[in-house]
Nanobody, 125 residues
Framework: QVRLVESGGGSVQAGGSLRLSCAAS????????MAWFRQIPGKERERVAT???????SYTESVKGRFTISKDNAKNTLYLQMDRLKPEGTALYFCAGSTLRVGGCGGWTSYYSYWGQGTQVTVSS
C-alpha cells in the first residue's frame, strides 16, 4: 500500500521560509515524477513544482527563484524549500507521485496516482 505523508507546514510571516517534506512508503521516488501542488478553498489544485526521476525540476512561474524541489532517494523523501514566502502562498500543500516512466512530468492532477493528505502553509503579511 502506497502512503505519502507531508510535514513541515505552519505559519510564517511574509519573507520567511518553510521546508516541506513528503515521506513515502510502498513507493520508490527514484523511478517516477514527483510533484508539489497547492490548493486554496474554492479553487482548483495547482502545480507548484515537479521533479523528474532523473532530477530535472520545473516550477510554476510565481515561485521560480524562491522555491526549490528536491528529493533524497535514500530516504525516499521529497522536499520543497520555500523561501521569501508571500501571503498568496497560503494554501494546503500536497505532494504527489506518478506511476508513469516515460516522457516529461505532467502538471495536471490526473497525471499523479498517489497523493498525501496535505500540510497547511499560512503566510501572514
Amino acid at each position: 500500500q502506497v502512503r505519502l505523508v507531508e510535514s513541515g507546514g505552519g505559519s510564517v510571516q511574509a519573507g520567511g521560509s518553510l521546508r516541506l517534506s513528503c515521506a513515502a512508503s510502498g513507493y520508490t521516488y527514484s523511478h517516477y515524477c514527483m510533484a508539489w501542488f497547492r490548493q486554496i478553498p474554492g479553487k482548483e489544485r495547482e502545480r507548484v513544482a515537479t521533479l523528474h526521476s532523473v532530477g530535472i525540476p520545473s516550477y510554476t512561474e510565481s515561485v521560480k527563484g524562491r522555491f526549490t524541489i528536491s528529493k533524497d532517494n535514500a530516504k525516499n523523501t521529497l522536499y520543497l524549500q520555500m523561501d521569501r514566502l508571500k501571503p498568496e502562498g497560503t494554501a494546503l500543500y500536497f505532494c504527489a507521485g506518478s506511476t508513469l516512466r516515460v516522457g516529461g512530468c505532467g502538471g495536471w492532477t490526473s497525471y499523479y496516482s498517489y497523493w498525501g493528505q496535505g500540510t497547511q502553509v499560512t503566510v501572514s503579511s
